[in-house]
């Protein structure tokens, strides 16, 4: 069993802003777009060139199962889209 003080640790990447992840839930939430969104689109529309933190927030949400992949893109999961519809999700 390895000595907890010397396993060697993996650096936790930083957090997501939580104004981007707030941001890319709503974009997907929009009633005048597809459900289906590309890094490319979330990052023209939220980051202006930035899709290094588009896509840390998108991988942060994946993770978390607010997200889910479809296609070659992402789109809200089943869960956040309820809620949505539940008007748990104020747009």
């Known amino acids: 069993?390895?000595?907890?003080?010397?396993?060697?640790?993996?650096?936790?990447?930083?957090?997501?802003?939580?104004?981007?992840?707030?941001?890319?839930?709503?974009?997907?939430?929009?009633?005048?777009?597809?459900?289906?969104?590309?890094?490319?689109?979330?990052?023209?529309?939220l980051a202006e060139g930035e899709p290094a933190k588009v896509e840390h927030a998108l991988e942060h949400l994946l993770r978390e199962r607010v997200l889910e992949r479809a296609e070659r893109g992402v789109q809200a999961s089943r869960p956040t889209r309820r809620l949505n519809e539940l008007e748990l999700i104020a747009i």
Do not use: C, F, K, Y
Request: glycine fraction near 6%; charged fraction near 25%; aromatic fraction near 2%.
């Open 1 to 45: 069993m390895a000595n907890l003080d010397t396993a060697p640790r993996t650096a936790r990447p930083a957090a997501p802003e939580p104004g981007l992840e707030r941001a890319i839930v709503l974009q997907t939430l929009r009633e005048d777009h597809g459900s289906r969104w590309s890094l490319g689109e979330l990052t023209s529309e």
